[in-house]
Nanobody, 117 residues
Framework: QVQLVESGGGLVQAGGSLRLSCAAS????????MGWFRQAPGKEREFVAA????????YYAEYVKGRFTISRDNAKNTVYLQMNSLKPEDTAVYYC??????????WGQGTQVTVSS
């Protein structure tokens, strides 16, 4: 099992930036990708971005391409989500997740991101 702890959320004005961090511990060697998801009130959880531990290939949802950047520090077992040009519709709880052979099975507790207009 992989344990994930997110940090870096907060309140920011539209057009501003935030950087989220996700520290992973436990059996991280079995993880293919690390990802970020988000869930706004009354909405389904949705995919934001993902990165492979090995090779660093990145994947983004269309609605964050060009604004968000996912990166990793393998030595620190940490994944980051740099969020620029934030919009009010980016307001959500952001979750870090680890993908294993059976799917996205490990999740963090979430961190709140609020973008004011």
């Amino acid at each position: 099992q992989v344990q994930l702890v997110e940090s870096g959320g907060g309140l920011v004005q539209a057009g501003g930036s935030l950087r989220l961090s996700c520290a992973a511990s436990g059996r991280t060697s079995g993880s293919y990708r690390m990802g970020w998801f988000r869930q706004a009130p009354g909405k389904e959880r949705e995919f934001v971005a993902a990165i492979r531990w090995n090779g660093g290939n990145t994947y983004y949802a269309e609605y964050v391409k060009g604004r968000f950047t996912i990166s990793r520090d393998n030595a620190k077992n940490t994944v980051y989500l740099q969020m620029n040009s934030l919009k009010p519709e980016d307001t959500a709880v952001y979750y870090c997740a680890a993908e294993q052979p059976t799917g996205w099975n490990s999740w963090g507790q979430g961190t709140q991101v609020t973008v004011s207009s």
